[in-house]
């Protein structure tokens, strides 16, 4: 069984900084690209950031600037650093990962719980 769990979320005003982390545990054979989604209240999930294995990120327009991810391949984990903080960040933020467990023939994808960020204004 494999899963992700979150932590880092809360309430913070605008302008503000938090840092989301991110641990993959069970029986993982390989992670490829791990990355953060988000989801506010009536809006589809958007994807946020990603960083694949070999450390390349990519940003939502919206957090290009503002946002930056980082993994440690031996731990399992991404981190999101969220700096300037708008209101419009508020969302739930949900971890993915794309792996292929242990004895598995296949990839395939993996999400955390969620963790809720909310920004003041």
């Known amino acids: 069984q494999v899963q992700l769990v979150e932590s880092g979320g809360g309430l913070v005003q605008a302008g503000g900084s938090l840092r989301l982390s991110c641990a993959a545990s069970g029986s993982i054979f390989r992670i490829t690209t791990m990355g953060w989604y988000r989801q506010a209240p009536g809006k589809q999930r958007e994807s946020v950031a990603a960083?694949?294995?070999?450390?390349?990120?990519n940003f939502a327009d919206s957090v290009q600037g503002r946002f930056t991810i980082s993994r440690d391949g031996a731990k399992n984990t991404v981190h999101l650093q969220m700096n300037s903080l708008k209101p419009e960040d508020t969302a739930v933020y949900y971890c993915n990962a794309r792996l292929r467990p242990i004895g598995a023939p296949d990839w395939g994808d993996v999400w955390g719980q969620g963790t809720q960020v909310t920004v003041s204004s």
């Open positions: 960083i694949t294995s070999a450390g390349n990120a």
